[in-house]
Each structure stands twice: as C-alpha cells, then as structure tokens.
C-alpha cells in the first residue's frame, strides 16, 4: 500500500508562485511513475504533469508547459510541483497519484493510469 499527502496549498495572486509537495509513504521504488491532477467545481478531474522516479524529464499538459515544473526528492520519498506565472484558470483542488508502470508523455498524467491519489490541496489564483 502506498499513501500519498499533498501540502503547499495556497491563495496567490495572478503572476505568482506556489510549490507543491506529494510525500508518499509505503513501499515505493525508481519504477514508479507521479502524476499531479487537478479538479475545479463542476469539471473533471484532469492531468498537469507527471514523471518517472527514475528520473528523466518531465511531461506536461499543454496548459501549464512552461510555467510549471515537477521534480523528486527520492531520499524523502517526495515530489513537487513547481507553479510559476499562475493565472486564474489555475484554481483547483490539485491531487497526486502514483503507481509502479513506464510512464512517458502523455501517459504520465493519464487518470486512468493511477493506482494511489492523495486527498487533494486547495490552490486559489486571484
């Protein structure tokens, strides 16, 4: 079993920042692949970003390509999501979720690919 916590939530303004954390515990290894997801009132859930533990790039859905990043901290078992730029069509509730598949493209933020989702945290872009 593997449990995911979200955290970094936040109120920011149009044009600012805010990081992201996914601190996943159980048993997790370099085969696994992150997503970040987010949901807005009355919409479906969709895909932001996603990566292999084992490093390697980063892939991006075209909304966010060039203002957000992903990165791993593997030593604490915990992914982020950097947000730069952010815009009002940015507010959500923004989950992760992992599972233990290759993941490339598209396919790493694909909802359907997922095993395990965190409880999710607020951002709000003003």
């Known amino acids: 079993h593997v449990q995911l916590v979200e955290s970094g939530g936040g109120s920011v303004q149009a044009g600012g920042s805010l990081i992201l954390s996914c601190a996943a515990s159980?048993?997790?290894?370099?085969?696994?692949?992150i997503g970040w997801f987010r949901q807005a009132p009355g919409k479906e859930r969709e895909g932001v970003a996603g990566?292999?533990?084992?490093?390697?790039?980063?892939y991006y859905a075209d909304s966010v390509k060039g203002r957000f990043t992903i990165s791993q901290d593997n030593a604490k078992n915990t992914v982020y999501l950097q947000m730069n730029s952010q815009k009002p069509e940015d507010t959500a509730m923004y989950y992760c979720?992992?599972?233990?598949?290759?993941?490339?493209?598209?396919?790493?933020?694909?909802?359907?690919?997922?095993?395990?989702w965190g409880q999710g945290t607020q951002v709000t872009v003003s």
């Open positions: 990566t292999g533990l084992s490093g390697g790039r980063g």
């Open positions: 159980g048993y997790i290894t370099s085969g696994y692949c």
């Open positions: 979720a992992s599972r233990q598949f290759r993941c490339y493209g598209a396919t790493c933020f694909a909802r359907n690919a997922y095993q395990y």
